[in-house]
């Protein structure tokens, strides 16, 4: 009887303790993190997305891949999982449709979160409509298939032409119906409709796709324009079409970002430590003297300060920024602006060069003056002259400023018993 009421006993005391256990396991619960988070702004800089996840991409489609922990879903401009948080990788939504990751393999997903092809390819590309300007709004998604490691596409329509089967070591994607694809044997490229027919022979070093009817490729040490039925014409790098955003391309010279216009002059005299390219009409830059980013518009004013760990380029009419939370919130509001009411000094440190006047104005290439010139010749010989002379004006400045101190020292020695006769007269004169 004892024995019994022992093991008993036992069991009711094992019974407990696993309740409590398991109690216990059910109130564990992630802790946030701590740290820099990612978060949205509009272009007026205010926060419309709170900084809060820990990975992000841009928005496209009303959709943005966000992370908080270790999986990727996608949000709402709201900020919102729309798409649960579940999958390893992601790519951006295009044409309705993105890539998702699951267990190492590559799947697609439409808007609704619905798996509309199974996660089994080795990798996804981004949908495009192969014709924007047509009617009937045919969507071809790139995919590389377990099989052999080539590329095909899938159709997702409506009114296509059906999938492309595999075929190619590499693909880009399709736009002015027709799409970049590399030969596996030869490594050239050439162009495809969506039927997967060669219009464009597989003749080119590199190419890009199609924008505004036309795409730049590479012969050799040729640089050429083709048309959509490949008539090829020389042109020089500083015309193309894909090194320009919103009228003005990105260089680097010195270890420096600047941007120049088509003439291959500077497009303003700023220039800083990184840059982007523009896209709804402005770009993200980390000024010389700051470890922070911040945006400018095409004429190179700062119109959202540099006050950003990270920051992304617009897209959706928002831009993803990285700070602080706890760290920012305690110097700026929501908008953006400092708490204590002041307000930013212009900061011309950052100028250089000789493209623009002092009211702003562009200056002209001189008559009989080419812009190519300016571009391979003169334009170097300038910024480095220009480089040279910031310099010597820093130095300059330096020199000048000591001296400048040293006399205000002595004048200010001088005129001290001026000023201290000023009360004897006055008490002078209010006894008289």
């Known amino acids: 009887m004892k024995a019994l009421l022992k093991i008993l006993f036992l069991l009711i005391f094992a019974g407990i303790t696993f309740s409590a256990c398991e ?80 267990g190492g393999k590559w799947g697609v997903v439409d808007k609704n979160g619905e798996l509309v092809v199974p996660c089994e390819h080795l990798d996804i590309g981004v949908a495009h409509e192969v014709n924007p300007d047509a009617e009937d709004h045919a969507v071809l998604m790139p995919y590389m298939s377990k099989d052999d490691n080539l590329w095909g596409f899938k159709d997702f329509g409506p009114h296509g032409q059906g999938d492309i089967a595999p075929q190619w070591s590499q693909v880009k994607y399709f736009n002015d119906g027709l799409c970049p694809v590399q030969d596996p044997k030869s490594g050239k490229w050439g162009y495809i409709n969506n039927k997967g027919e060669a219009v464009i022979p597989y003749k080119f070093d590199t190419a890009s796709v199609f924008q505004d009817r036309v795409a730049e490729c590479m012969m050799g040490d040729d640089f050429l324009w083709v048309d959509q039925i490949g008539t090829m014409a020389e042109k020089s790098r500083l015309q193309s079409n894909q090194l320009f955003s919103e009228g003005v391309a990105l260089q680097q010279r010195k270890g420096k970002f600047v941007f120049i216009n088509r003439k291959g002059k500077r497009a303003f005299r700023k220039k800083f430590r990184y840059a982007d390219n523009f896209s709804e009409g402005l770009a993200v830059v980390q000024p010389l003297r700051s470890v922070k980013r911040g945006f400018i518009d095409t004429r190179g004013h700062l119109v959202i300060d540099a006050i950003y760990d990270d920051a992304r380029g617009f897209s959706d009419q928002v831009a993803a920024v990285r700070v602080d939370p706890d760290e920012f919130f305690k110097i700026y509001n929501e908008n953006g602006t400092p708490k204590d009411g002041s307000k930013r000094k212009a900061d011309e440190s950052d100028e250089d060069g000789e493209d ?77």
């Open 23 to 102: 109690k216990k396991a059910s109130e564990i619960v992630v802790p946030e993190e701590k740290g820099p988070k990612w978060g949205y702004i509009d272009h007026s800089g205010k926060f419309v997305i709170k900084p809060k996840f820990r990975r992000v991409k841009s928005f496209h489609e009303g959709l943005a891949a966000a992370d908080l922990h270790a999986r990727w879903g996608f949000i709402d401009k709201e900020g919102n999982f729309k798409i649960p948080r579940q999958y390893e990788d992601v790519k951006d939504f295009a044409g309705g449709y993105a890539g998702v990751q699951l």
């Open 356 to 432: 623009r006047d002092e009211d702003g104005e562009k200056i002209e290439p001189k008559d009989g003056e080419s812009a190519d010139e300016n571009a391979n010749g003169s334009e170097t010989k300038d910024a480095t002259k220009a480089d040279t002379a910031a310099e010597k004006s820093d130095k300059t400045d330096k020199g000048t400023d000591s001296g400048k101190a040293e006399k205000s020292e002595k004048s200010e020695k001088s005129e001290k018993p001026a000023k201290s006769e000023e009360p004897e007269n006055a008490n002078k004169a209010s006894k008289e």
